[in-house]
């Protein structure tokens, strides 16, 4: 092997050992069959409307949510224009999309700020996966609150507290959480204010 050769290979392994070192692949969390999360998101009416400010953009409150979930998909963003509020795509499941048996037979893909999933088995019903489970853009209200999303795994249980959102710029531009579990296509992500976050298991 020529120096040349030699040199090239060292690079090649030690540009592999630092990906391991700074972009580690986290193992997802598998569970036995059954149903680990029983209860549906909730939504409620606020009493007043909320507005808050982050740098440039207007957040104004447009419901409460409670959310208990399993995590089926995780995906940081840091170049787009949502990535200022919402680093974070989090796509959780609930009641028959927690269950190991449903998702084993699932192909679970994030991306451009959208939730793939691909049958393995085409006795799947396409609602059980619609009505139990959604790709939610997540704003932490804090930097500990980014800190706790930058931990979550997929396979992860959590628990979140705070509200669905719409964002205004004073360019005009505008983002807007859907007000429905169940839809799908462009604009049915919900965009989540997140005031209390935790791990469960």
């Given amino acids: 092997m020529t120096i040349k050769h030699l040199l090239y290979t060292m690079l090649v392994l030690t540009a592999v050992v630092l990906a391991f070192i700074f972009f580690p692949r986290e193992t997802p969390i598998t569970y036995p069959h059954g149903i680990l999360v029983e209860e549906y998101p ?12 982050i740098d ?16 089926l998909g995780k995906e940081g963003y840091s170049f ?7 680093p974070f795509d989090l796509a959780l499941g609930w009641g028959p999309m927690s ?27 396409n609602r059980t996966v619609i009505k139990n489970s959604s790709n939610m ?6 930097e500990e609150i980014e800190d706790i999303l930058d931990q979550i795994i997929v396979g992860n249980l959590i628990e979140i507290e705070g509200y669905l959102v719409e964002v ?31 791990i469960l298991r």
């Fill in 42 to 53: 909730t939504r409620f009416k606020l009493e007043h409307e909320e507005i808050r400010l």
């Fill in 56 to 71: 440039d953009y207007v957040i104004k409150s447009l419901a409460g949510v409670k959310i208990k979930a399993r995590v």
């Fill in 80 to 86: 787009d224009r949502e990535s200022d509020i919402a």
């Fill in 99 to 125: 269950d190991e048996a449903i998702l084993s037979k699932l192909e679970i893909t994030q991306g451009r700020r959208w939730y793939h999933w691909k049958k393995l088995d085409p006795s799947i019903d």
């Fill in 137 to 142: 853009h997540m704003i932490p209200s804090s």
């Fill in 168 to 198: 205004k710029a004073t360019d005009n531009w505008k983002w807007k959480s859907s007000m429905s579990w169940e839809d799908t296509g462009g604009g049915a992500c919900e965009l989540v204010y997140i005031e209390k976050l935790k």
